[in-house]
C-alpha cells in the first residue's frame, strides 16, 4: 500500500506541475533559434526530465537495487476510479506451454536457461493487454466494410504499438501469412499453425476473434497475422524486458518477476502497452518522462556500433548539423501549444522528419502525407492551452475563471504520437491526406475519456484535394464528387445535372474510391435511392476496379464487389432483393474475365450467417461451390483469405446456414466430370466411402472437396456439432481434423462423441500419419485413457495404441558381448581342494577361487577384499538367493556357459535379481533375453516390476513393446488393470508415460524408414 501512495504522490505532482508551471508545456515555445543546446540552457522537457529525476533513481544505478524502484502501476492502482479499465480476458488464446515455448525458440534463447513458472504466467497475463488493445482496434476499422482482414489487423498494430515495435511484429506477421499462404490445398492435411510456422494457435484465435465479436466476417489471414504480431511481441517484451538487462553482466543475475517490471518500467515502448487503462499511455515509462522517438530502437533491430555511427553521421550530414537534429528530435515531445501558427509549423516540422527517416530506409519511398486545414484545427483543440495561448499573443486576456480545466501533464501525449496513430488511420484508407476524423480517433486512443464513432463507408474529397494530382485533375475529380452528392441527395430532378456532371459514364461513374453512386446506396440501406438509380439506368453489375495502378485509393477486400456485395454485407435484403429483380447477377462479378478473387454474394452472406440472404441467393440460383477455386490458378482461394461458401459457414459456427447450403441442388458444372487419375486416386483411398445415397446423388468432385476444406476449418475453430454432422454426411476424416475432434470432445466432456471418434479410427488413412499425430494425438489419446473410468473407451484406445505399434516383431534385446576370462577345469567348480575362498548359501557351503570371482565383477572384489585374514580361508554368508542359483552362477563364472533353467520364469527372474547384485552385466543381459522369449500374459506383469526393480533397460523396451502390441487382450488380466489403473497415481503416470514414449519412438522410427502403419479394422 506504501507503494501506491507513493505512486499517486508522485502523479499527483506530475499534475500539479503542469498546472503551475505553463513553461513546462512546451518544448518549442521559441523555435525561431531561441533554444540553444550547446549552452547552459536547458529545453523545458529536459528541465522538466531533470526535476522528475531528482526523487528517482536513474538507469546507471539499476544494478545495485531494482527492487526499490516503484516501477510500474499495480493492478490495483488508486486512480481506477478516475481512468476507464480494460476489459480482462477469462479464456486466453494461448497457454503457458505455449508462451514458453516462444520464448525457448525467441531472441533471449541463449541469455536466459530457465524461466520460472512465475514470470510465465506473468508474461501470459501482461500479453493480453495489447492483444485487447489491437483487437479493439482491428474491430473498429472492420466496422466500415463488415470483415476484418490483415490490413484491417495491421493497421491496428500500427495504431497501438510504438513505431519499432510495430515495424518488427509486422515483419514477423508477413512471413507467418507467407508461409501459411503457400502451403496450398495440401495444407489442409496439417494445422494451420503448422502451415503458418507459428506456435500459438491458429484456429483457437480465430474461434477467440469470433467468440468477441470482431467482425461478422474475419479472413482467415488476419487471425495468421495476430498470432505472428502476438509471438513477436512477447519474444520483444522478454527481450527487452529480461535480457537486455541480464547480458553483459560479470555477476549472476536472477531471473524474476521484479526484473521483468522493473524493465518494462523503464521501456517507454512497453510500459503504455501494457497497463490496465483503456486509454494508451505512449512515449513515457513508468515515471513520466517523455522519450525521444530515436532513442527507442528495437534491440533486435539495432546493427553494430560501426553501422549505427555511420548511419548517424550519415544523418548529421542530410540534416545539416547535430544541433538541428536535437531540435527536431525535441520538437517530437512537444504536448501543448499555444497556436495554430505554432501546431502548423511544429506539425509540418515533424513530418518532414519523419518523410525524410522513411525515405533513407526505402529505396522508394511512399509519397509524403499532407494535413488537411481541418485536421491541424481539430488537432489544436486538443493540444490546445490558455496559458501558452495569452503568453504567445499579449492581445489575449486570461480569463478570470476557468470553467474547465486543463489535462493534466501526465496524460498529454507527445506531437509524435498524434502524427503516429493519425498518419495510420489515413494510410489505412489508403489517402494522402490528414483529415479531421483521423485526429478525432487518435484522440478516442490516447486521452482518457475521449471517444468518437468508427469511421463509416461515406464520400470524401481527401483525394481530391490531395496535392499529388495536378489541378485539371484534381477539377475533374471534384465535379465527379459533386455529382455523386447531388444523387445521395435523394432529388430526383437532380438525377440528369448530375450525370452530365460526373463525365462520359454518367450515372454509373466510378470514383476514386472504387465505388459508384449505386453502391453507396446499397450500402446505407437507401431504397428508394437504389430504386432512383435504377429507374436511371444504373447498371448493378459493375464491380469495384481490380486494377490498383489505375485505382490506388481502392481498398484490396472490396475489389470485385458489386452493388448486390454491398447490399448483402449490410443486411439489407429487400435492397438485395430489388437488384436481384432488377437483373443483377447473383454471383457477382465472379463470372467476369480476367482474373477475380473476391467472395461472391453468397459467400459473404453465409460468412456471416444471414440464414434470410443465403435464401434468397441460393433461390436465385447462386452457386455454393462456385469461387473454390481462381481462374488460371492452381492456388486455392483459401489460401488467398477467401474460403468457399460451406467452409465459410464452417467455420464461424452457423450450423443452420451450412446445413441450408448442404441441401441447395447441385448445379452441374464441366469441370465434375472425374479424370482418369483422380479416379484411381479416389479409388485406392482407405477412407470410408460416403455412406448416404441421397448426399452420394447430390454431390460431386467439387462439392466433396468443399465440404472437407469446411470440415477442416470447423475442426480446427473447435466446432464439434458442426464437423460431426458433415461426418454424418460422409465427409470423410482427415486425421487432422479427426484429432481436432478428439481434441474438442475431449475439452468438452463429450464422452459419446469420443468413443464415436474412437471407433472411426480405423477408416483414417495410414499415409496421413505426420509428426503432427505424435506430438499432439498421441498425448492426447494417452490423457484420454489416463483419465478415463470407462471401459470401453479404455478399450478403444488400447486397440488404437497396438494398431499404431503394428504387426511387425517386436525388437529383440541384443547380447552383450561377454568379458574374455581364464577358464578352469570344470572339476574345480566347487571343489575344496585348492579354493581359497568359502560361501555358505542356505547353510551349504560353496567353494571357490579369488582370483575368478574377483576378475568377474566388482562387487566380488569388494566383497573378498576385507574377508583376508592370516592362516585362515575366508567365509562368506549369502542370504536371500538360493543354493540352485548361486551354483548357476558360479557355473557360468567358471565354465562360461548359458544356464539351463529350463521353461521356468521365476528361476529366470531369480537369477536376473542375483545377477543384478553381483554386477554380472553379462548374465543380467542374458536373463534378460531368456524373460523376452518367456513372456506371455500371466507373467508380463512379474517381469515388467523385476526389469523396473533391477533396471534391465533393455527388458523394459521390451516389454513396452509387448505391452503395446498386446494391449487389447492384456486389458482382460487383473494384474494388468492393477497396473495400469489401480496404482498410485504417480506410478501410474509413469507407466503411461513409458507407454507413450515407447510409442512415440516406434512411430518415428517406422516413419522415418517410410514404413506404413498397418491399421486394422
Known amino acids: 500500500m506504501a507503494g501506491m501512495k507513493n505512486i499517486n504522490q508522485h502523479l499527483r505532482s506530475l499534475e500539479k506541475l503542469s498546472l503551475d508551471s505553463a513553461s513546462n508545456y512546451s518544448t518549442m515555445e521559441s523555435l525561431n533559434g531561441s533554444i540553444g543546446y ?75 536457461d530457465s524461466v520460472s513458472r512465475d514470470i510465465i504466467q506473468r508474461l501470459s497475463y501482461l500479453l493480453q493487454r495489447p492483444l485487447v488493445r489491437i483487437v479493439r482496434e482491428a474491430q473498429r476499422l472492420a466496422i466500415r466494410n463488415c470483415k476484418c482482414t490483415q490490413h484491417d489487423m495491421k493497421t ?183 497556436s495554430i501558427a505554432e501546431l502548423g509549423d511544429l506539425v509540418s516540422r515533424a513530418m518532414h522528419h519523419q518523410h525524410h527517416k522513411s525515405g533513407s530506409r526505402s529505396p522508394s519511398p511512399a509519397l509524403t502525407l499532407t494535413w488537411g486545414s481541418d485536421a491541424l484545427h481539430t488537432l489544436f483543440y486538443f493540444m490546445k492551452c490558455t496559458q501558452l495561448e495569452c503568453m504567445d499573443n499579449p492581445n489575449i486576456e486570461p480569463p478570470m475563471v476557468q470553467l474547465s480545466c486543463e489535462r493534466p501533464y501526465v496524460i498529454l501525449p507527445p506531437l509524435t504520437e498524434w502524427i503516429r496513430v493519425a498518419t495510420a488511420h489515413t494510410e489505412h484508407r489508403q489517402s494522402w491526406v490528414v483529415d479531421s476524423d483521423d485526429v478525432r480517433q487518435a484522440a478516442r486512443l490516447l486521452l482518457p475519456g475521449v471517444d468518437c464513432e468508427p469511421r463509416s463507408l461515406r464520400m470524401d474529397d481527401s483525394v481530391c484535394s490531395s496535392r499529388t494530382l495536378d489541378a485539371t ?46 453502391m453507396y446506396a446499397c450500402a446505407s440501406g437507401d431504397e428508394a435511392m437504389v430504386q432512383m438509380l435504377l429507374d436511371a439506368h444504373a447498371d448493378p453489375d459493375v464491380a469495384v476496379p481490380m486494377n490498383t495502378y489505375k485505382y490506388p485509393s481502392v481498398r484490396d477486400d472490396i475489389r470485385g464487389w458489386t452493388a448486390l456485395s454491398f447490399a448483402v454485407v449490410h443486411i439489407h435484403v429487400s435492397i438485395a432483393q430489388l437488384l436481384l429483380d432488377a437483373g443483377a447477377s447473383v454471383e457477382g462479378s465472379a463470372h467476369q474475365c480476367g482474373e477475380n478473387y473476391t467472395e461472391t454474394p453468397l459467400q459473404l452472406a453465409a460468412a456471416a450467417g444471414h440464414f434470410e440472404l443465403v435464401s434468397l441467393l441460393l433461390t436465385k440460383g447462386a452457386d455454393p461451390t462456385l469461387g473454390t477455386m481462381p481462374k488460371n490458378s492452381m492456388t486455392p482461394v483459401s489460401s488467398r483469405g477467401n474460403m468457399n461458401c460451406f467452409a465459410q459457414a464452417a467455420a464461424n459456427g452457423h450450423r443452420n446456414v451450412l446445413r441450408k447450403l448442404v441441401s441447395a441442388p447441385h448445379i452441374s458444372r464441366p469441370s465434375d466430370v472425374l ?87 480405423p477408416t483414417l488413412r495410414p499415409g496421413d500419419y505426420s509428426q503432427d499425430f505424435c506430438q499432439e494425438a498421441l498425448p492426447l489419446m494417452f490423457e484420454i485413457f489416463k483419465q478415463s473410468k470407462n471401459e470401453v473407451i479404455s478399450q478403444q484406445l488400447a486397440t488404437i495404441f497396438a494398431n499404431c505399434y503394428g504387426n511387425d516383431p517386436i525388437p529383440d534385446i541384443p547380447e552383450l558381448r561377454r568379458p574374455q576370462i581364464s577358464r578352469i577345469d570344470p572339476q574345480y567348480v566347487n571343489n575344496p581342494e585348492m579354493s581359497d575362498v568359502t560361501f555358505i548359501v542356505e547353510g551349504k557351503p560353496f567353494y571357490a577361487h579369488k582370483i575368478i570371482l574377483a576378475n568377474a565383477s566388482t562387487r566380488f572384489k569388494n566383497m573378498l577384499s576385507g574377508k583376508f585374514s592370516e592362516g585362515k580361508q575366508p567365509c562368506i554368508e549369502i542370504s536371500d538367493i538360493r543354493y540352485q ?101 504417480s506410478h501410474r503416470c509413469d507407466v503411461l508415460q513409458e507407454l507413450q514414449g515407447a510409442l512415440l519412438i516406434r512411430m518415428q522410427s517406422r516413419m522415418k524408414h517410410n514404413y506404413g502403419i498397418c491399421v486394422s479394422s
Open 38 to 112: 550547446g549552452t547552459g540552457s536547458k529545453s523545458p522537457t529536459s528541465h522538466m526530465s531533470s526535476h522528475m529525476n531528482g526523487t528517482l533513481t536513474n538507469g546507471a544505478g539499476y544494478s545495485e537495487s531494482f527492487c526499490s524502484v516503484k516501477s510500474s502501476v499495480p493492478d490495483d492502482y488508486e486512480c481506477t476510479d478516475r481512468y476507464t479499465r480494460l476489459v480482462e480476458i477469462e479464456n486466453i488464446p494461448w497457454t503457458d506451454q505455449e508462451i514458453s515455448q516462444v520464448i525457448e525458440n525467441g531472441q533471449g534463447k541463449n541469455v536466459c
Open 156 to 338: 491496428a498494430v500500427k495504431l497501438v504499438l510504438s513505431r519499432t515495435l510495430a515495424e518488427s511484429c509486422i515483419n514477423s506477421a508477413k512471413k507467418a501469412v507467407s508461409r501459411y499462404v503457400m502451403t496450398g490445398q495440401e495444407g489442409f492435411r496439417v494445422s494451420k499453425r503448422t502451415r503458418a510456422g507459428v506456435i500459438f494457435s491458429v484456429g483457437r484465435m480465430y474461434r477467440w476473434l469470433m467468440d468477441v465479436g470482431v467482425s461478422p466476417r474475419l479472413q482467415d489471414n488476419a487471425a495468421v497475422y495476430l498470432v505472428g504480431v502476438m509471438e513477436k511481441l512477447l519474444d520483444e517484451i522478454f527481450l527487452r524486458a529480461v535480457c537486455m538487462h541480464v547480458m553483459g553482466r560479470d555477476d549472476e543475475m536472477s531471473v524474476s518477476v521484479e526484473l521483468l517490471e522493473y524493465g518494462i518500467a523503464n521501456d517507454p515502448d512497453l510500459w503504455g502497452i501494457l497497463q490496465p487503462f483503456e486509454h494508451l499511455i505512449c512515449g513515457r515509462d513508468a515515471n513520466g518522462i517523455l522519450a525521444i522517438p530515436s532513442a527507442s530502437s528495437s534491440p533486435s533491430d539495432r546493427g553494430s556500433d560501426h553501422s549505427r555511427r555511420k548511419g548517424h553521421r550519415r544523418d548529421r550530414e542530410q540534416l545539416g548539423s547535430l544541433e538541428l537534429m536535437k531540435t527536431l528530435e525535441q520538437s517530437l515531445l512537444t504536448t501543448c501549444v499555444g
Open 473 to 518: 485533375a484534381a477539377s475533374t475529380s471534384f465535379q465527379r464528387d459533386l455529382g455523386f452528392r447531388m444523387l445521395s441527395c435523394g432529388r430526383i430532378d437532380l438525377v440528369q445535372q448530375a450525370i452530365a456532371i460526373m463525365g462520359e459514364s454518367g450515372i454509373n461513374t466510378i470514383n476514386d474510391h472504387g465505388m459508384t453512386p449505386l
Open 675 to 761: 479424370s482418369l487419375e483422380e479416379m484411381l486416386s479416389e479409388g485406392c483411398g482407405n477412407s470410408s466411402p460416403v455412406t448416404s445415397p441421397e448426399f452420394q446423388l447430390r454431390t460431386c468432385k467439387l462439392r466433396i472437396k468443399a465440404l472437407q476444406e469446411a470440415m477442416y476449418h470447423g475442426a480446427e475453430h473447435g466446432y464439434l456439432d458442426i464437423t460431426m454432422e458433415l461426418r454424418g454426411l460422409g465427409v470423410p476424416w482427415t486425421l487432422h481434423t479427426w484429432m481436432c475432434t478428439l481434441s474438442t470432445a475431449q475439452h468438452l466432456h463429450r464422452k459419446a462423441i469420443i468413443q464415436y471418434l474412437l471407433r472411426e479410427f
Open 885 to 985: 542359483i548361486f551354483q548357476i552362477i558360479m557355473e557360468y563364472l567358471y565354465l562360461g556357459t548359458n544356464p539351463t533353467l529350463g521353461n521356468s520364469h521365476s528361476d529366470i527372474l531369480e537369477l536376473l535379481g542375483a545377477s543384478n547384485f553381483f554386477m554380472l552385466d553379462s548374465l543380467q543381459r542374458l536373463c534378460e533375453i531368456l524373460l523376452s522369449q518367456h513372456i506371455d500374459f500371466s507373467n508380463a506383469v512379474s517381469i515388467y516390476r523385476h526389469a523396473k526393480m533391477y533396471h534391465a533397460e533393455e527388458l523394459l523396451s521390451y516389454c513396452y513393446g509387448y505391452f503395446l502390441r498386446h494391449l487389447p487382450e492384456l486389458l482382460e488380466e487383473d494384474s494388468v488393470k492393477k497396473l495400469v489403473f489401480h496404482h498410485g497415481r
